[in-house]
């Protein structure tokens, strides 16, 4: 059974940075496109990056939103996949959800929340 476990959220005031981790496990990391949703208050969950399994040749994708401010990246050796958030606005404030997706199954962290504010 493959687990998620996201760490690095917290305040931070805009302009800033954070880093986020989401450690893998229960599986073969390579395998698995993974990815980081947000979902603020009242709103849906929304894709924010992702970065396809490495037998597909470790592509990334962005959200419009995020591009140019996050940077998705994997550490194969460590099995987690890290979001680097710089720039951070007001509206970036969410629960961010790490998500690994192929064709065994999707499975999802527990959140780790961000909280963007002067």
């Known amino acids: 059974q493959v687990q998620l476990v996201e760490s690095g959220g917290g305040l931070v005031q805009p302009g800033g940075s954070l880093r986020l981790s989401c450690a893998f496990s229960g599986s073969i990391f390579a395998i698995y496109t993974m990815a980081w949703y947000r979902q603020a208050p009242g709103k849906q969950r929304d894709l924010v990056a992702v970065i396809s399994s490495i037998s597909s040749g470790g592509g990334t994708n962005y959200a419009d939103s995020v591009k140019g401010r996050f940077t998705i990246s994997r550490d194969k050796d460590k099995n987690t996949i890290n979001l680097q958030m710089n720039s951070l606005k007001l509206e970036d404030t969410a629960v961010y959800y790490c998500?690994?997706?192929?064709?065994?199954?999707?499975?999802w962290g527990q959140g780790t929340q961000v909280t963007v504010s002067s």
């Open positions: 998500n690994a997706k192929n064709w065994l199954g999707e499975y």
